[in-house]
C-alpha cells in the first residue's frame, strides 16, 4: 500500500476528487493519481466495504464488515441489499431506528468518505459516484442526495457500465472495437454496447434490470434447499428468520465454491439456526445450480437483445464482451456468453473493482487531469422519457396515452422541446405527468412526477404548450414548460425525493450528523467481537463455554479504556478462537 502523505502530488488549491462505486453488496473507493486510477483501503485494510449497516445495543453505528459480523447474530438491526429501494420512500429499520434508503447509502458514502480522507491525508469534498446504467431517475435523484448527505460534492454520476468501458478506454486508447459490457453485481443487470476509435468511447445503446442480480442467484439457492422441505422462502424468513439468514450465508459460500469447482455441500442449520457437530448436509453440483437459474438467465438475455437492436449490432459484431460486477465469476454466465456471442469474455481486470476505477477516470476526466487529455467519451440516456396526453376517438376524448420527448439511447448530454396542446378552449391550467418506459399507455410505464402548468392565456382548444426536456451528464431530468408569452415552469417533479426542499436536505443531514459512528480505528476490535459472536452460534454446545467466556472478558476490556488489560483480552480470545479452528481472518 502505498504511502499517501500531505506533500503528495495533489495540487492545494484543487479539492481532491475521489471516485465511489457505491454497489449493492460491496462499495469501494478510488482516486486518480500519478497518472493512472487506484484503489483506497477501508479502515481493515480492505478494498472491498461491504453495503451493510448496523446499529449496535448502545445506539452506535457501524458500516462494512463490522456491520456483515453483526447480521449473522442480529439481522434485525442491520440493513443490506438497499441499493435496491433507492428512491422509494419505504423506511427500513434498524433496532429501535428507521432510516430512508438513501440515509442508508449516506452512511456508506461518509464511510468510504473518511477512509479515503485518512488514506490521503487531507479533506474530501468532491466525489464522482456510480450508479447502474438502468437507475431511473428517482434512483438517481437519491443517491446524488445520499452523496449531500455525506458531506460530498456530486460532481457527476456516471453509469457503472460506462466507469467500466472507461477503465478499457484508458488502456486501450488505440483500439477500433465494439464492446459489449455485462455488468450483474448484487442486486442490478446492466447490459451496455459501445464503440472505442481512437481514444473516443461512444455508448451506443444501453439496457437492463435494476431487480436482478447475484442476492436473486442465492435466493434459487435457498429456496431448492427449503423447498425440499415444503417450505417457501418468504414464510421461511418471517418464521424462522435466523435460520434463514445463516442458509443464505451458507449459499452464498457455495454459490462462490461452485465458481470453481464441480459441486459442492450446504451445511444445513436448525430451525434456530444453530448448526449441529455433525450438521445435516445439502449436495449440489454445479449443473444443477445452472439449471436452478435457468428463469433468471432468461431474463438476462432479454434486455442484452434490446441493447445490441438498438445499437444495429449484430452478437457477431461485437469483438469483446467485457465483464463487471461480482456475479459475472459465475460460470452459467460465462457459458452464457460464449454460446450468446461466440467468443469467451476478456477478463483483463478484477471484476469487482473495475466500476470504481473507472469513477477515478472519471474525475480525472472532470478534473482535466493531463494523462486522459486524449480521451473523450460520450454517454446515452437508457430510457424514453414523456408525457401522458390524451388522444381523441371520433369526438371522444381518452386519457392514458404515452408520449416520448426524449427516445431511450440518445446520446446526452440533450436538451429536447416538443409542442403539445391544449384540450379546451380558455383552458387555464395543464398538469403534465412525466412516464418512463416504451409501453403505449402511461399505466404500463413508472411515472416520475408532475409539473403544474399555470395561469395559461385565454385560447381555442389545440393552442399550443412547449414542453422541454433536458437530460443531463448525469443522468437527472428537468421538465420545462410554457404557453406562449406565458410563465415558464419548471420541475420540481414531485412524489420522490426530489421533492425535498433545501431546509429538508439540511434536516436530514443534521439527524445522519448526530448518528454517532463507532470510532473508525476501533473497527476491527468490533469486527473481531461480532466475528466471535457468530462463530458461537456455530459451535457445537461442549465447545461454547471457553469462547463464551472469552467473549465476555473481550467486550467488557473494549467498553475500558485500560491498554493492556484489552490486549490481554484481545490475545486470550484469539487463542481461544484458534484452539477452535476458527481463525477471522478466513471468514
Ligand atoms: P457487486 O454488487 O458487484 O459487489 O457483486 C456482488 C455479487 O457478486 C454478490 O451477489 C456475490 O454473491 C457475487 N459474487 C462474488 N463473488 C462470486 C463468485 N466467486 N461466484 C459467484 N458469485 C460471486
Not at 448496523?54 to 445506539?59: E, F, I, W, Y
Not at 432479454?302 to 449484430?314: H, K, N, S, W, Y
Not at 414531485?494 to 448518528?515: C, F, G, M, W, Y
Not at 475500558?560 to 490486549?567: I, W
Request: hydrophobic share 40%; net charge negative; glycine share 8%.
Amino acid at each position: 500500500m502505498p504511502e499517501f502523505g500531505s506533500d503528495s502530488s495533489f495540487p492545494t488549491e484543487e479539492p481532491v476528487c475521489i471516485g465511489i462505486d457505491l454497489g449493492t453488496t460491496h462499495s469501494l473507493v478510488s482516486v486518480f493519481r500519478d497518472g493512472k486510477p487506484e484503489l483506497i483501503s477501508n479502515a481493515h485494510g480492505d478494498k472491498l466495504t461491504p453495503s451493510i449497516v448496523g446499529v449496535l445495543q448502545d445506539g452506535q453505528i457501524v458500516v462494512g464488515s463490522a456491520a456483515r459480523e453483526l447480521r449473522v447474530t442480529a439481522p434485525e438491526r442491520c440493513a443490506w441489499v438497499f441499493k435496491r429501494y433507492m428512491g422509494q420512500e419505504r423506511k427500513l429499520k434498524l433496532g429501535d431506528k428507521e432510516f430512508t434508503p438513501h440515509e442508508l447509502s449516506s452512511l456508506v458514502l461518509q464511510s468510504l468518505r473518511d477512509d479515503a480522507a485518512a488514506q490521503l491525508n487531507t479533506e474530501i469534498t468532491d466525489a464522482v459516484i456510480t450508479v447502474p446504467a438502468y437507475f431511473n431517475d428517482h434512483q438517481r435523484t437519491a443517491t446524488r442526495l445520499a452523496g449531500e448527505m455525506a458531506g460530498l460534492n456530486v460532481r457527476r454520476m456516471i453509469n457503472e457500465p460506462t466507469a467500466a468501458a472507461l477503465v478499457y478506454g484508458f488502456h486501450a486508447r488505440e483500439e477500433e472495437k465494439n464492446l459489449c459490457v455485462i455488468d450483474l453485481g448484487g442486486g442490478t443487470f446492466d447490459v451496455t454496447v459501445m464503440e472505442v476509435f481512437e481514444g473516443t468511447l461512444e455508448i451506443r445503446a444501453t439496457a437492463g434490470e435494476s431487480m436482478l442480480g447475484g442476492e436473486d442467484f442465492t435466493d434459487r439457492m435457498v429456496s431448492a434447499v427449503l423447498s425440499g422441505e415444503d417450505t417457501q422462502l418468504e414464510l421461511a424468513e418471517l418464521q424462522q428468520p435466523l435460520r434463514v439468514s445463516r442458509l443464505r450465508g451458507e449459499c452464498e459460500k457455495a454459490k462462490r465454491l461452485l465458481s470453481k469447482e464441480e459441486s459442492c455441500k450446504i451445511r444445513l442449520p436448525d430451525q434456530d439456526g444453530n448448526f449441529a457437530e455433525k450438521p445435516k448436509t445439502y449436495r449440489l453440483t454445479r449443473a444443477d445450480f445452472s439449471r436452478m437459474c435457468d428463469p433468471l438467465m432468461q431474463r438476462i438475455a432479454g434486455p442484452i437483445a434490446r441493447a445490441l437492436r438498438d445499437a444495429e449490432l449484430d452478437p457477431k459484431d461485437i469483438d469483446d464482451v467485457i465483464l463487471v460486477g461480482g456475479s459475472t465469476r459465475m460460470p452459467v454466465l460465462r457459458d452464457f456468453v460464449v454460446d450468446y456471442f461466440g467468443k469467451p469474455p476478456i477478463i483483463d481486470h478484477d471484476p469487482d473493482e473495475v466500476v470504481a476505477l473507472g469513477a477515478a477516470v472519471q474525475a480525472a476526466l472532470i478534473g482535466q487531469d493531463a494523462a486522459v487529455d486524449d480521451m473523450v467519451m460520450t454517454d446515452v440516456c437508457p430510457f424514453t422519457l414523456g408525457v401522458e396526453v390524451v388522444k381523441e376517438f371520433g369526438g371522444h376524448m381518452q386519457d392514458g396515452y404515452f408520449k416520448p420527448v426524449l427516445h431511450r439511447n440518445c446520446t446526452i448530454p440533450i436538451s429536447r422541446e416538443e409542442v403539445f396542446s391544449t384540450v379546451a378552449a380558455n383552458q387555464t391550467n395543464v398538469t403534465l405527468r412525466v412516464f418512463q418506459g416504451d409501453a403505449r399507455k402511461v399505466a404500463d410505464n413508472t411515472a416520475l412526477g408532475e409539473l403544474e402548468v399555470k395561469g395559461l392565456p385565454p385560447g381555442p382548444a389545440g393552442s399550443p404548450i412547449y414542453v422541454r426536456f433536458t437530460y443531463d451528464l448525469s443522468g437527472v431530468l428537468e421538465v420545462e414548460a410554457y404557453a406562449p408569452g406565458g410563465e415558464r415552469f419548471r420541475t420540481v417533479l414531485t412524489n420522490h425525493v426530489h421533492q425535498l426542499s433545501p431546509a429538508q436536505i439540511e434536516e436530514a443531514k443534521r439527524r445522519i450528523d448526530a448518528l454517532k459512528f463507532y470510532p473508525r480505528d476501533d473497527l476491527d476490535n468490533q469486527k473481531l467481537a461480532r466475528f466471535a459472536e457468530r462463530m458461537l452460534g456455530e459451535l457445537h454446545p461442549s465447545q461454547r463455554q471457553q469462547l463464551d467466556e472469552a467473549l465476555d472478558i473481550y467486550e467488557d476490556a473494549m467498553a475500558r479504556s485500560d491498554r493492556e488489560h484489552f490486549a490481554s483480552a484481545k490475545d486470550t480470545l484469539l487463542m481461544v478462537l484458534s484452539s477452535l479452528g476458527l481463525d477471522h481472518e478466513d471468514h
